[in-house]
């Protein structure tokens, strides 16, 4: 089966820096989406990896490695507004999306 | 505001009810897709359409139905509401099926069936 794996929660402190973790196991690999998701609201895109690597993009970066089935979203000067439900999505051998359940974040003052 | 429209926002329905999900995108996007997500799961394809006059069957598509008769349109019906379809509903679309460009995503429809 397919499965996409991810933290249920994390907790860091405004200002610092933290790494989010997303393994993967699908039937072919055609990319790796990050998004952000607000409490009752709609997942926004925030990055796309389909090559090993790190892709930066102001205070967020990703990075995937396809021999690993890993990737990491990293959030660096965390600011309160960054408090949200990130989700890892794996684009599969079918062009269809394999979502994981999403990893809570939470910053505290 | 270019974007993706879902109607209604939420509702409470009766089992047995039919109910039809609405989603416009004015994006001029290809494909489109609807998901539920549920708490602690991620989210779950229903059915998608990858242009308009096909549609395909996702994860989970029993005891739901779509069309696409034109390329803005795409709506969900629940034949036959079960509670077990209690759930948020997001319709999303992206230029083309497996672009490497991000699906959008509306806002949501917040079903609850009782």
């Known amino acids: 089966g397919q499965n996409i794996d991810q933290p249920t929660e994390m907790t860091a402190t405004e200002g610092a820096i933290v790494q989010i973790n997303c393994t993967y196991q699908t039937s072919g690999f055609n990319g790796l989406f990050w998004y952000q998701q607000h409490a009752g609201e709609a997942p926004t895109f925030l990055s796309y990896?389909?090559l090993d690597g790190l892709e930066e993009k102001g205070r967020f970066s990703s990075f995937l490695s396809r021999s690993k089935g890993y990737s990491y979203l990293l959030l660096k000067e965390l600011q309160m507004k960054d408090s949200a439900s990130y989700l890892c999505a794996v684009m599969d051998s079918n062009y269809q999306l394999i979502w994981g359940a999403g990893t809570k974040l939470i910053i505290k003052p | 505001i270019a974007g993706i429209t879902q109607a209604p926002t939420s509702q409470i329905l009766a089992a047995g009810r039919r109910m039809t999900l609405r989603c416009t995108q004015d994006?001029?996007?290809?494909?489109m897709y609807w998901y539920r997500q549920d708490l602690g799961l991620g989210l779950r394809l229903i059915h998608y359409?990858?242009?308009?006059?096909?549609?395909g069957k996702g994860e989970v598509p029993d005891g739901y139905s779509v069309s696409r008769a034109n390329t803005d349109d795409f709506p969900l019906t629940l034949a036959s509401a079960v509670p077990s379809q209690t759930s948020v509903y997001f319709c999303a679309s992206s230029p083309y099926e497996g672009s490497n460009q991000p699906q959008h995503f509306g806002d949501g429809t917040r079903l609850s069936i009782l």
């Open positions: 994006m001029r996007h290809n494909a």
């Open positions: 359409s990858n242009t308009a006059g096909t549609t």
């Open positions: 990896n389909v």
